[in-house]
């Protein structure tokens, strides 16, 4: 009887075990963070803070949101950025008052309003956006890695091996 029951469901339960050991591993999950939050894309929030607040990944998206006409985002390299004198050094140049920008490399992105005055008054920010979800955003000098960050990589190895063997003695056991 007992042997009916494990045949029953041995089908089945492999499909199980690989779902929960997949369930504890750390899927790399795309985040959307609208600009400026609820103040949205205008001259009147302070994006220098806001972008610190966010560690910003590969494949996360940002989404201006701002008022068509009044105000626009470029994606510019760094000098443009500083200087805001956007004659050159433009990227991207978005219009339509809900942009959306996929952050599809790990690179520092440098973003302004090409509005006349607004990236001088502050309409600018700059994020640096790392390939795992550990990004130290940064305007000034480039940081040096967290000490710990070759121990996390290891953690994060030794982990993934030990579900699997895990997982491995469970199948044994019922197959």
Request: negative net charge; hydrophobic residues 35%.
């Amino acid at each position: 009887m007992e042997d009916k029951k494990i045949s029953r469901y041995g089908s089945i339960f492999p499909i199980i075990i690989i779902v929960i050991c997949l369930s504890f591993l750390k899927v790399a999950k795309s985040e959307v963070y609208t600009v400026g939050d609820q103040d949205e894309w205008n001259s009147e929030t302070d994006y220098a803070s806001w972008s610190q607040k966010y560690n910003f990944s590969l494949g996360d998206v940002l989404e201006f949101k701002y008022s068509k006409g009044q105000h626009n985002a470029l994606e510019v390299t760094e000098a443009t950025y500083r200087s805001c004198d956007t004659s050159s050094g433009v990227i991207a140049k978005y219009e339509s008052g809900d942009d959306r920008v996929e952050l599809n490399e790990s690179k520092k992105y440098w973003f302004v309003c090409d509005v006349d005055g607004h990236c001088l008054g502050g309409m600018r920010f700059g994020i640096d956006v790392k390939a795992v979800n550990t990004s130290i955003t940064n305007l000034g000098p480039t940081p040096s890695p967290p000490a710990n960050s070759a121990n996390n990589y290891a953690f994060e190895r030794w982990s993934l091996s030990l579900y699997l063997f895990a997982s491995g003695i469970l199948l044994n056991m019922f197959w």
